[in-house]
């Protein structure tokens, strides 16, 4: 199953929402966390709605809104989102406002808005499309699921644009607890831990995406396939899973130009580099979340970053992980991800 | 009653976000709703909240809505029949 | 030519019932689960009534084969409950590998773990008492520990998509087996009463103080409830082989949008009209083949009004028997998709039709009404589940005797 990525819209920590430009000026990490540059939404949205759309709504109607103008499209045929955690600042205002009021006097906006499918629900009304409509919410392999299901409803009806996105947002109160539970400390087998920072870095993200069946110039790239496990046993079914994703798409790690790491700074841990030694020595090893920072919907800023690589043929020295000769022409990138060697993510990406 | 009515306007475009309108750019008279202001279902419900916060006179029927909601006067009138002391 | 797919186990719990036999007796007997709030504790106890599950969380971890030292919230104990039920009753035994059988689950929450999160705000900001409960927040966490329980490791994720939810989980299992990714599936949805939601719901003014009347003309609104509901889904082929007891097919299924508000439906009910209809499409046999509509009804304004004009115009003027069963279990959110589901199963394999209670007079501009009583010895071949949710998110889905 595989599908021409005709449109994106994204939406990062870096000046991504100009499509005509690609990291031409690299914003560096922030602490504690990185948050978007956003474009003016008021070029995207009308006043009247976008006065009471939380932050990461207008990110994601925003996202959604370029890249269907840089697909040609107007009306897709589907509408599927991934998102980790949903739409939090809603959320939190809902919750902090019934605990601090006694469940006096709260306001519905915002709990109609923390419902988790409102970025779908909310192109959909804006759009008028009455189409399929999903949203999947499942920690760092939301965005997987996302691809996955994209790539069905093309089997299953290959005349389809569908509308993909993968988004999360990062907020003071979200980065405050969960830096208190000890979610961003680096996990034993990083290699960093004990030099320098021993924090990770969280981000945010809205990236979008229109895949459709149909071959065109202005294609940027192919989802070639897609892979999610769970707790592997050690790094060795590591290795035999990417091996065998490899193959059910009749590959080899010979096959693979360029490696796109889902590592949490430029030392990596004993996952991604046994991964890197063992199976990429011959790739252009890269990394990515020094740009974005971690969230759960991380890899599609990374599959944002390996279709502009296979449309441009240029890959950004900010990424590279050493002095590598680039591969001429580069045809297949694999983004490999995992958080706390919990879900583990393989995305492959081909040139048209 | 005028000071009332400058007060809602400042509250409603608080609470229902309209940030760039003035109180000067509301009038008394004009409909809130449908072809007005353009405000929504969503947005009575965010009035109903208003009324019982700041006026302490709850709407148990989200019905009556439509004519208390129908303008500032109208919402005023309503809270000047209503409102405990 | 892609499989068949048939259920072949399901589980269940609601305010009616700890499991399916008790669900059942219940459904047979009129027994409804909504009553006062015992367990909450909110100030909305003794004005709103709500569908609760009368087991406090240390009793539904005894049920579930844990204790409070696991940090479960309350939406994973009733999936593990629900799910438990599901594969025992599809014969399955827990194993790591199964035995070539690629399983997965593809589970739904709106809650996740709000319900023990709203309770430990406070200290999320100030302390490291709870923190565990931190890492239980999000929609995945419950699936994941179903998961985990069975050894599922081949294929699993989660749905959030409001009231429709389990329904689009069933139906994205399907399509999943469908197309080969997986062979098997534990399909389903789980949601616990939260003080989040019962706010948020009252919030929009459509919550009833008494006891819901889906399709009455004189109906105030919807009852909250909770629980959790699981079918095995598996593909025609290993329930072949495996001599699984096939309760039924899921032979349709449909998600359409209604793109008209973020909580009303349209006047027309576009969006459901367009869901019963391709789901009818999708499963090949005609509208009037279909014997049962299992409604979403939840007794709004609103809903049952769209829902009864989209139900007419495909239906009309032969309208299959039609009932909510929301005044049985109230609206369990994410999980009423699953458990609707499962009611249009046991209709099936019982010969039955369960009444829509609290029933008194049809919608004015309605030509039909709902069931008003327990109907046996009928012979269902086909039952069509709605599920509607907020976002104008439509799912229909077709079960049908195999």
Redesign the interface.
Known sequence: ?EAYIKGIGNISPQRTFDNSTFLEEIIESARPFMTCIEPNYKEFIE??QL??MGRILKMGVTASRICLKDAGIELPDA?IAGT???LLQDTEK???S??NN????????S????????V???I??M?????????????N??FE?AI??SL?QL??NPDSNILLGGLDEMTD?HY???E????WEKSQNAISKGKGHSKIIPGEGASFFVLSKKQSKTNYARFSGVN????PENTNEIINRINKFLESNNLSVNDIDLILLGQQDQFGDEIFNGVREKLFQESIQTWYKHLCGEYNTSTAFASWLAANILKRQVIPEIIKMKKQNKKIPLKNILIYNHFRNIYHSLILLSAC | MAELTEKLKKEIIE??????LETDDIENNAPLFGDGL?LDS?DA??LI?LL??NYGIKLEDPKEGKNVFYSVQAMADYIEKNQKN | MPPRVVVTGIGIISSIGQNIPETLQSLKSSKSGIGPITNLN???KGTIPVAEIKLSDEELAELAGFTDKDYLTRTSLLGIIAAKEAFNSAGLEIESTYQGVKTGIVSAT?VGG?DK??NY??D??SN?KY?HY??TH???HS??KI?ELFGI?D????????CSSSA?AIM?AT??IK?G?VDRVIAGGTDALS??TL??F???KILDSNPCQPFDNNRMGLNLGEGAGYLILESEEIARKNKSKILCEVSGYA?????????ASSPDG??AY?AMKQAIEISGIHAEDIDYINAHGTGTDNNDLTEGIAIEKIFAPAVPKVSSTKPFTGHTLAAAGSIEAIFSVLAIANRMVFPNLNFKEKIGELSFEPVRNLIENIEINHALSNSF?????DTSLILSKY
């Open positions: 199953m006043p009247i006065r009471r509408i980790g955690l949903g809902f919750l902090t019934m605990l006694d469940e006096k006097f709260l306001n519905p906006t709990f109609i808005q923390s419902t988790h499918n409102t779908g629900a909310h959909a009304v759009l008028k499309c009455n189409k399929y409509n999903y949203t999947f919410v499942h920690s392999i939301s699921s996955l299901d069905m089997k299953e109160q405050q607890i969960t208190r539970a000890g979610f999610t496990f769970y707790k | 609470v229902l976000n309209l940030e760039d353009g969503i419900l965010e909240v019982e916060k | 909110t100030i909305h709106t709000m999160t709203e705000y406070y999320f900001l490291n923190t931190v890492y999000d929609c995945g699936t994941e998961a490791k294929y699993m994720t989660t749905v959030s998509t409001a689009n994205f399509r999943l197309n990714i003080k989040f706010n948020g009252n919030t929009l998600n359409t949008n209604d793109a008209y508000h973020q909580t576009f969006g367009l949710g907020f976002g104008g998110n």
